[in-house]
């Protein structure tokens, strides 16, 4: 068996897939010296875009920091040729988004577009890049919108922590700055500034665009000629950026511990360790395993205190970098609005913490990793890695990636690990792993105390240091710890017959706003149809205002806005600094009330339907998993000729006729006045007056048990999935379902994991998904490289795809027969109640539940209450939703090939 394994591994790593098959091409580089990346793919009409600048704040000199991260915004804002926003309308109208990111050695610009559009999508991207005008109006306002996105990225504890090691680990070279740069510095830049930055950086030569999918690479290189080949070419300037420091004097050093105090929920470790640069591609590659090995869900003999709070990340980067290590102390879960209980001994636990994380090491640099062990770690980087590259999207993102900073493409990294042994692994650890050159943070709850309310419940005690030089948290006064009263949400009806919700959080840096709208009674597929294009338009127009004043409102006040679509309600989740909240209220309440759905709106509304659809065919999950969910709650996706088909008017009648004060539930979260903000909406809803006529309540679709459907999958991956009937929220047996999910396959505990993956080595990919907020099932999947025999000595099926059922089957009816012990249910417990407090960490997620459960039916109080139920759940009941859910449902199986179906 164990030489089965290996042989299974040796296929896994050489097989002959679209990777292995794909011509790495070498860059095609223009006489203006662009450098032109292209791989053809042909699973679909996609094309990946990306264009690469070597222009991150790697680049920025004294005084110019941030300008990286500025510049990327103001790119958007207006050309010669284009006034502000046109470029993104344009875009759109393509079906397509652009975007942009901005990293210590790049700053990255991508989209994907059918190759039909691919001319006019390189148009708009080169007449960015190459015609930026920086006006100084939409500067002052892009300023305000990068200090709201810096005020979002202070709210995550594990950002707090990266940055805060890079910043100790790198004192004298740029990766000490997070590369968004600080409100600081933001405020502080010229236009001037960012001209100098931009003409400097911004030159054909510093670029590299990649484009993946369905494009060949002679035509790839005559388009980008035709459209860049005009782009001037400039001197190549200096090197600006300060080199990193020399391995022997490598800041990192024994006992240097930093302890920050952040309004974060419980106490948080960072350990940070010195990496090789991309171009160290040897022990790059060993450190991508090793980051694997270190992971805690992958230590079975050594299991986590708290799995879903432990992160190891290392990204290479063009000079040396770090792997981190973060995790955070386990707190009992607390209801939305209150912080948990922090224990009086966190000090002392933070210590044992850190010394478990340098135990492991300490292990891993005294022997090699197993043989299984090892090609467990090193089969999940590769099977990342596929998944990775498996969109057109993501292909072109690891090619630019390991262009930028010099290191493996996906082949070569395919490779590369193929030859790697577990004795590079234990060599990387001697070599970059030394406790004596580590930098350790800590972050702890805390406030300045001119602020009111308190964030901990438990007071430190003091605790003698376990390393010399570690700072020690001072004792809290006592009147600071006393905890925080529950926050009760304040409920009413406004006038108009609107539910609204206010949980005000006076902790909170944001306010989060969430509008649900009822629809649970869209039957046919006209209906289903014309309520995606409404969730699609709602943004794009109304009687008041215009689609360009939306998109200015929303750009303006930094805000965050999304739509989402399910066959329950249509809900709009916003996020917004709290100056900002009325601005939005009023914005909401217009869309309401008079969303336009002009022509030119639905049509806009079509091509971004179109363009999701499109992204979900591309999608083998997404593909399966659709496939699999309809024969259990029908269908739940517009097909294109129906789309088609929906006229203004009918847009028009469905909204009204839906969006009506009765159907309307307001959840409003954050740093708000509650009485401040029901005023306001009392005001902007006092004409929310339609009533919409008596219709039948919702279908509800009949399980098909038999149902098996095979579906059409792109690449090499294989993927089975069976779905299961599941309650909704508002059931009584949810508690016990989301036990019974957590039981099955969530985590690396949970029996689909332990007994398919570990026990059989079969797939890289298993366990279950359960989306209730969504109306979907319980869908249980396996997913494989088609490239190495599916087979097993428990089973004698030569089909692939039988075989993944089969193991999936064994489990769901197995339970019954063997019933979860103790231990496995009060893990599946205490994963449930983690995961229900995981779903509370943002504003924006607490004022999505808070509606929700209203919406549902269950009332906003069951949020509170839902981890004592869950607490309280007994293997009897696990058994008895097993029972009554798990016979009723259907099966899907995605392979390479002809679709057919069975």
Same mark, same amino acid.
């Given at each position: 068996?164990?030489?089965?394994?290996?042989?299974?591994?040796?296929?896994?790593?050489?097989?002959?897939?679209?990777?292995?098959?794909?011509?790495?091409?070498?860059?095609?580089?223009?006489?203006?010296?662009?450098?032109?990346?292209?791989?053809?793919?042909?699973?679909?009409?996609?094309?990946?875009?990306?264009?690469?600048?070597?222009?991150?704040?790697?680049?920025?000199?004294?005084?110019?920091?941030?300008?990286?991260?500025?510049?990327?915004?103001?790119?958007?804002?207006?050309?010669?040729?284009?006034?502000?926003?046109?470029?993104?309308?344009?875009?759109?109208?393509?079906?397509?988004?652009?975007?942009?990111?901005?990293?210590?050695?790049?700053?990255?610009?991508?989209?994907?577009?059918? /190759?039909? =559009?691919?001319?006019?999508? *390189?148009?708009?991207?080169?007449?960015?890049?190459?015609?930026?005008?920086?006006?100084?109006? %939409?500067?002052?306002?892009?300023?305000?919108?990068?200090?709201?996105?810096?005020?979002?990225?202070?709210?995550?504890?594990?950002?707090?922590?990266?940055?805060?090691?890079?910043?100790?680990?790198?004192?004298?070279?740029?990766?000490?700055?997070?590369?968004?740069?600080?409100?600081?510095?933001?405020?502080?830049?010229?236009?001037?500034?960012?001209?100098?930055?931009?003409?400097?950086?911004?030159?054909? %030569?510093?670029?590299?665009?990649?484009?993946?999918?369905?494009?060949?690479?002679?035509?790839?290189?005559?388009?980008?000629?035709?459209?860049?080949?005009?782009?001037?070419?400039?001197?190549?300037?200096?090197?600006?950026?300060?080199?990193?420091?020399?391995?022997?004097?490598?800041?990192?050093? $024994?006992?240097?511990?930093?302890?920050?105090?952040?309004?974060?929920?419980?106490?948080?470790?960072?350990?940070?360790?010195?990496?090789?640069?991309?171009?160290?591609?040897?022990? $790059?590659?060993?450190?991508?395993?090793?980051?694997?090995?270190?992971?805690?869900?992958?230590?079975?003999?050594?299991?986590?205190?708290? +799995?879903?709070?432990?992160?190891?990340?290392?990204?290479?980067?063009?000079?040396?970098? *770090?792997?981190?290590?973060?995790?955070?102390?386990?707190?009992?879960?607390?209801?939305?609005?209150?912080?948990?209980?922090?224990?009086?001994?966190?000090?002392?636990?933070?210590?044992?913490?850190? $010394?478990?994380?340098?135990?492991?090491?300490?292990?891993?640099?005294?022997?090699?990793?197993?043989?299984?062990?090892?090609?467990?770690?090193?089969?999940?980087?590769?099977?990342?890695?596929?998944?990775?590259?498996?969109?057109?999207?993501?292909?072109?993102?690891?090619?630019?990636? $390991?262009?930028?900073?010099?290191?493996?493409?996906?082949? #070569?990294?395919?490779?590369?690990?193929?030859?790697?042994?577990?004795?590079?692994?234990?060599?990387?650890?001697?070599?970059?792993?030394?406790?004596?050159?580590?930098?350790?943070?800590?972050?702890?709850?805390?406030?300045?105390?001119?602020?009111?309310?308190?964030?901990?419940?438990?007071?430190?005690?003091?605790?003698?240091?376990?390393?010399?030089?570690?700072?020690? +948290?001072?004792?809290?006064? #006592?009147?600071?710890?006393?905890?925080?009263?529950?926050? @009760?949400?304040?409920?009413?009806?406004?006038?108009?017959?609107?539910?609204?919700?206010?949980?005000?959080?006076?902790?909170?840096?944001?306010?989060?706003?969430?509008?649900?709208?009822?629809?649970? &009674?869209?039957?046919?597929?006209?209906?289903?149809? @014309?309520? /995606?294009?409404?969730? =699609?338009?709602?943004?794009?127009?109304?009687?008041?205002?215009?689609?360009?004043?939306?998109?200015?409102?929303? #750009?303006?006040?930094?805000?965050?806005?999304?739509?989402?679509?399910?066959? /329950?309600?249509?809900?709009?989740?916003?996020?917004?600094?709290?100056?900002?909240?009325?601005?939005?209220?009023?914005? *909401?309440?217009?869309?309401?009330?008079?969303?336009?759905? =002009?022509?030119?709106?639905?049509?806009?509304?079509?091509?971004?339907?179109?363009?999701?659809?499109?992204?979900?065919?591309?999608?083998?999950?997404?593909?399966?998993?659709?496939?699999?969910?309809?024969?259990?709650?029908?269908?739940?996706?517009?097909?294109?000729?129906?789309?088609?088909?929906?006229?203004?008017?009918?847009?028009? &009648?469905?909204?009204?006729?839906?969006?009506?004060?009765?159907?309307?539930?307001?959840?409003?979260?954050?740093?708000?006045?509650?009485?401040?903000?029901?005023?306001?909406?009392?005001?902007?809803?006092?004409?929310?007056?339609?009533?919409?006529?008596?219709?039948?309540?919702?279908?509800?679709?009949?399980?098909?048990?038999?149902?098996? &459907?095979?579906?059409?999958?792109?690449?090499?991956?294989?993927?089975?999935?069976?779905?299961? !009937?599941?309650?909704?929220?508002?059931?009584?047996?949810?508690?016990?379902?989301?036990?019974?999910?957590?039981?099955?396959?969530?985590?690396?505990?949970?029996?689909?994991?332990?007994?398919?993956?570990?026990?059989?080595?079969?797939?890289?990919?298993?366990? @279950?998904?359960?989306?209730?907020?969504?109306?979907?099932?319980?869908?249980?999947?396996?997913?494989?490289?088609?490239?190495?025999?599916?087979?097993?000595?428990?089973?004698?099926?030569?089909?692939?795809?039988?075989?993944?059922?089969?193991?999936? %089957?064994?489990?769901?009816?197995?339970?019954?027969?063997?019933?979860? !012990?103790?231990?496995?249910?009060?893990?599946?417990?205490?994963?449930?109640?983690?995961?229900?407090?995981?779903?509370?960490?943002?504003?924006?997620?607490?004022?999505?539940?808070?509606?929700?459960?209203?919406?549902?039916?269950?009332?906003?109080?069951? /949020?509170?209450?839902?981890?004592?139920?869950?607490?309280?759940? @007994?293997?009897?009941?696990?058994?008895?939703?097993?029972?009554?859910?798990?016979?009723?449902?259907?099966?899907?199986?995605?392979?390479?090939?002809?679709?057919?179906?069975?």
């Amino acid at each position: 068996m164990k030489r089965i394994a290996l042989l299974l591994l040796s296929v896994f790593l050489h097989g002959t897939g679209a990777l292995s098959q794909t011509v790495p091409h070498a860059p095609v580089v223009l006489p203006n010296g662009l450098r032109v990346i292209v791989r053809e793919r042909r699973v679909n009409t996609l094309v990946g875009v990306d264009l690469w600048v070597r222009a991150g704040s790697r680049e920025e000199r004294p005084g110019e920091e941030g300008c990286a991260h500025l510049l990327e915004h103001l790119l958007f804002k207006g050309t010669a040729r284009h006034a502000p926003g046109e470029i993104d309308m344009a875009i759109e109208n393509l079906g397509a988004t652009l975007t942009a990111t901005t990293g210590p050695d790049f700053t990255r610009f991508t989209t994907t577009v059918t /190759d039909t =559009h691919l001319p006019a999508a *390189l148009a708009l991207l080169a007449d960015m890049i190459t015609g930026a005008q920086l006006p100084a109006a %939409e500067l002052e306002r892009e300023k305000g919108v990068i200090q709201d996105e810096l005020a979002q990225r202070e709210t995550n504890p594990f950002e707090i922590l990266i940055d805060a090691l890079h910043a100790q680990a790198f004192p004298g070279h740029p990766y000490r700055r997070s590369p968004g740069g600080t409100p600081e510095d933001i405020r502080a830049r010229t236009r001037e500034q960012l001209l100098a930055f931009y003409q400097r950086n911004y030159t054909p %030569e510093r670029c590299t665009l990649v484009l993946t999918g369905n494009i060949a690479l002679q035509d790839a290189g005559v388009l980008a000629q035709r459209i860049f080949g005009s782009w001037s070419r400039r001197a190549l300037p200096e090197i600006h950026a300060q080199s990193a420091p020399a391995e022997a004097s490598h800041p990192l050093r $024994a006992g240097r511990t930093t302890t920050l105090y952040r309004p974060v929920d419980r106490p948080y470790l960072g350990i940070a360790f010195p990496a090789p640069a991309a171009s160290e591609t040897d022990m $790059a590659c060993a450190g991508l395993v090793v980051a694997e090995l270190l992971h805690p869900g992958y230590q079975p003999a050594h299991p986590p205190r708290d +799995p879903a709070a432990m992160h190891v990340r290392f990204t290479p980067r063009k000079d040396p970098s *770090l792997l981190v290590l973060m995790t955070a102390l386990p707190v009992r879960p607390a209801p939305p609005g209150q912080k948990p209980v922090i224990p009086v001994d966190a000090v002392s636990q933070v210590d044992q913490m850190e $010394a478990d994380l340098l135990t492991r090491i300490v292990r891993l640099r005294a022997v090699p990793p197993t043989r299984n062990d090892f090609n467990a770690a090193r089969s999940r980087v590769l099977g990342r890695l596929l998944l990775d590259i498996e969109t057109a999207a993501g292909y072109a993102r690891a090619l630019g990636y $390991a262009d930028i900073t010099g290191g493996d493409t996906p082949e #070569a990294l395919r490779a590369r690990l193929a030859r790697l042994t577990p004795d590079d692994i234990q060599r990387f650890a001697r070599q970059y792993l030394d406790p004596d050159r580590r930098v350790t943070v800590r972050v702890f709850p805390a406030r300045p105390a001119a602020q009111s309310g308190a964030v901990m419940t438990g007071a430190f005690r003091r605790t003698p240091p376990a390393v010399s030089g570690r700072s020690i +948290p001072p004792e809290v006064p #006592a009147q600071a710890a006393c905890a925080r009263q529950p926050n @009760t949400p304040h409920a009413l009806t406004l006038t108009c017959g609107a539910r609204l919700l206010l949980q005000p959080e006076p902790h909170s840096d944001l306010v989060a706003v969430t509008v649900f709208v009822r629809t649970p &009674h869209d039957r046919t597929p006209q209906e289903i149809a @014309t309520g /995606d294009l409404v969730a =699609h338009a709602l943004f794009l127009g109304t009687t008041q205002r215009s689609r360009e004043h939306i998109a200015t409102t929303i #750009a303006r006040t930094g805000s965050t806005v999304e739509v989402l679509r399910t066959p /329950d309600y249509i809900a709009v989740l916003s996020q917004i600094v709290p100056e900002q909240l009325g601005e939005m209220i009023v914005l *909401l309440c217009e869309i309401l009330k008079n969303a336009s759905f =002009h022509p030119e709106a639905l049509q806009a509304a079509r091509e971004q339907a179109r363009r999701q659809h499109m992204e979900r065919t591309a999608d083998l999950f997404a593909t399966a998993v659709q496939a699999v969910s309809a024969p259990l709650i029908g269908p739940n996706v517009s097909d294109d000729m129906t789309l088609r088909r929906v006229t203004p008017e009918q847009a028009r &009648h469905y909204f009204q006729t839906r969006f009506v004060p009765g159907q309307t539930v307001i959840a409003v979260t954050g740093r708000f006045q509650a009485q401040q903000v029901a005023r306001s909406f009392e005001s902007n809803l006092f004409d929310y007056n339609r009533t919409a006529p008596a219709r039948p309540q919702r279908v509800v679709f009949p399980s098909v048990p038999t149902t098996q &459907h095979t579906v059409t999958a792109p690449g090499h991956v294989g993927l089975a999935l069976i779905a299961v !009937s599941a309650p909704d929220v508002a059931h009584p047996d949810y508690p016990a379902f989301l036990v019974l999910h957590a039981l099955l396959g969530d985590g690396h505990a949970s029996r689909l994991f332990r007994r398919i993956r570990d026990a059989l080595g079969v797939g890289y990919n298993v366990g @279950t998904i359960y989306r209730p907020e969504r109306g979907e099932p319980l869908i249980a999947y396996l997913q494989w490289d088609t490239r190495r025999p599916l087979t097993t000595p428990v089973l004698e099926e030569r089909d692939p795809g039988a075989i993944a059922l089969r193991l999936l %089957e064994a489990q769901l009816q197995g339970l019954l027969a063997d019933p979860p !012990s103790d231990a496995e249910l009060r893990r599946a417990r205490n994963v449930a109640i983690g995961r229900n407090a995981l779903r509370h960490e943002r504003a924006r997620d607490r004022a999505f539940l808070l509606g929700w459960y209203e919406v549902m039916g269950r009332g906003y109080a069951f /949020d509170a209450e839902l981890p004592g139920r869950l607490q309280a759940v @007994t293997c009897e009941e696990v058994l008895r939703v097993a029972r009554t859910y798990l016979e009723r449902r259907a099966s899907a199986v995605a392979l390479p090939g002809t679709r057919r179906t069975r």
